[in-house]
């Protein structure tokens, strides 16, 4: 079947728009997770979404991030009033199941994000 | 808080040699998975490790976690070209619901 999409694949804005990146999980999966990967670096937690619990929003840098997940499928991640800083790729993952770190993370193939 | 760290953070190796990757977490563990990305993709799973003193082999790749559950290592005997990429653990620690991912180390291969 197909695997977790995200789009746009690119995103070029200026400083102080706000933008939308979406996530479309593996069908089934429970557990939605939003990470972001700065050039040649590693993966930063932002946000984790387990099915209809609360999400586990520790991760995220600022109160201009946030993220839903309507209908416990397709994902949003809202940046407002873009700073460069926020410049990166952002990674999309979906799981199986509850208890959901115990299963394997299906990432998509990113937003890369660029502010200008 | 919370941290993974992952040494060596960049590693270049002549095709052939072998490499190793090491994991470690300040706090007990309760599984750690190691996945693999390669230049311009996504991160793959490889595998999970649940269990105390665990030792698992894919082909060329060996994975172990340690007795403490503190910290894993992969290793690669005898390197190829295929096997560029940046190598990440991730772990939970022990009562926590999320996965910590390592810094990934970033394996060169010469050919």
């Known amino acids: 079947g197909a695997g977790v999409s995200q789009s746009p694949s690119n995103k070029v804005t200026e400083k102080g728009k706000d933008v939308e990146l979406r996530c479309d999980p593996i069908?089934?999966?429970?557990?939605l997770y939003w990470y972001r990967q700065s050039l040649g670096q590693g993966l930063e937690f932002l946000i984790y979404?387990?099915?209809?619990?609360?999400?586990?929003k520790s991760g995220l840098p600022s109160d201009r991030f946030s993220a839903e997940r309507t209908g416990g499928s397709v994902s949003t991640l809202t940046i407002q009033r873009t700073q460069q800083e926020d410049s990166a790729v952002y990674l999309c993952?979906?799981?199986f199941g509850q208890g959901a770190p115990l299963y394997e993370q299906f990432f998509g193939p990113g937003t890369r994000l660029t502010v200008l | 808080g919370q941290q993974v760290m992952q040494i060596p953070q960049y590693q270049h190796v002549q095709e052939g040699e072998d490499f190793t990757t090491y994991c470690n977490s300040s706090?007990?563990?309760?599984?750690i998975q190691w996945y693999k990305q390669r230049p311009g993709g996504h991160p793959v799973f490889l595998i999970q490790?649940?269990?105390?003193?665990e030792v698992k082999k894919q082909k060329r790749l060996t994975f172990q976690f340690g007795e403490a559950k503190k910290n894993s290592s992969l290793h690669i005997t005898a390197t190829q070209t295929t096997d560029v990429g940046t190598y990440f653990c991730?772990?939970?620690?022990?009562?926590?619901?999320?996965?910590?991912f390592g810094t990934g180390t970033r394996l060169t291969v010469i050919p």
């Open positions: 706090t007990t563990l309760s599984n």
């Open positions: 069908s089934g999966h429970t557990a």
């Open positions: 490790l649940v269990k105390s003193g």
């Open positions: 979404f387990q099915g209809n619990s609360a999400p586990d």
């Open positions: 993952a979906s799981s």
């Open positions: 991730a772990g939970r620690p022990t009562g926590a619901n999320n996965l910590f």
